[in-house]
């Protein structure tokens, strides 16, 4: 991709009412742009984030045996007065009405639906277990959205549904969830700490979060420090929890061992048993022809705020720095000398070779060396490739780890060899 080219309207001006990092970052790194108050539309460099995010996360989702689906963004009313939600969720749902007058919502989780479908459907024990899964759009009238995409009123949610013949079968399949939500987020370059959670207007009576340490985090965490060096299996059952269920009085462990840190909520599980089985009668005939409820859980990643923790995470002074796994491009070029004849010949020689293999940012564009380097910081690609007048003639270019700052020199041809 040549930079000329590339719709990344980047600026160096620090909106006034962007408040933290991820939010600021975003905005002048040309990833998203507001058209309402929580409302953004996402431009080509976020995009490729979070095409790189759904992938992993499918590829992980896949692992587990769930399946893809997309169920709608528009749902009837119908169904959330069954499962008597469409009067608790309040005023942060979106209600729509039709040509017809009639009532319709604007999902902002999709519980309801996926107790729908799977009725329809799976009528014996046979049929089960079922696990679903979509990445769609999300809309919650929030009362106050701030930090940009952190909390906003559309945001794009990974939610999967699972239906289970017994409360076993149902532990199991949220244990497995549990583990497959460490391995993805390991993945995708952070570390997501799981806590004991209220289920909240989702239900249900066994819940986890998973949260990214960050100081900008709404989220206060009590933890034990032996955490961080904890099994996936002990992660389980080892003593985490948010403020809104922190007691002193009952901790299970002295104040020594304690932690205390901002997070920042990147996914919620649940397991809530027959709560919208059995309203809507979403039943299966068991072995002995008898109705039998699943027992089911519902489980969610925050992707579009997954985007801004990651930032929050990881960034500096000049700019964000994206985990190789899920940067917008593996590396860029920086022809620092647009008008000199070896730079463009070396650069586009180098662009050729690469970018077989890799994908590539070449930036080609005809602006002075420190807006250049300024925006490749910004920007944050994992490594830059500088091509300058003064080291070209000696055939070096430099190769820059932007996390590290590292800057090694190399010739063209062992650059070339480093990225494919
Ligand atoms: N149905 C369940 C799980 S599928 C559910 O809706 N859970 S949730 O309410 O906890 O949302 C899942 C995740 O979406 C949260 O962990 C959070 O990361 C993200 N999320 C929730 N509200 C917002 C919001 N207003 N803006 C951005 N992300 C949000």
Redesign the pocket.
Known sequence: MLFSQFFAPTSKDIPADAKIASHILMLRSGMITQTAS?IYCWLPLAVRVLEKITKIICEEQDRIGAQKVYFTTIQPADLWIESGRYEAYGKEMLRIKDRKDGDFLYS????EQATDVFRKYVKSYRGMPVMLYQIHW?F?D?IR?RFG?????E?L?????SFDISFEAAKETYRKIFKSYLRTFRRIGVTAIPVQADP???GGNMSH??QILAETGESTLYYDRKLPTASDEELMTTFAVTDERYDPKTTPISESELMISKGI??????YFGTKYSKPMNAFVLDENGEKLYPEMG?????V???IAAIIEASHDTRGIIWPEAVAPFDVTILNLHMKNKKCVEIAQKIYDAISLRKEVLYDDRFISVGEKLADADLIGIPYQIIIGQKKIENGIVELKNRKTGEIVEMSCEQIIARFV
Do not use: C, Q, W
Request: aromatic residues 12%; positive net charge.
């Open positions: 929580g902002p989780t999709n519980e999300k919650r929030e959205p995409v952190m909390r906003g009123r945001f949610m990974k939610d999967g549904y909240g207007a989702i979060e998973f909520e990147v996914g919620h599980i649940f519902s489980y969610g990643i925050g579009s705020r997954l």
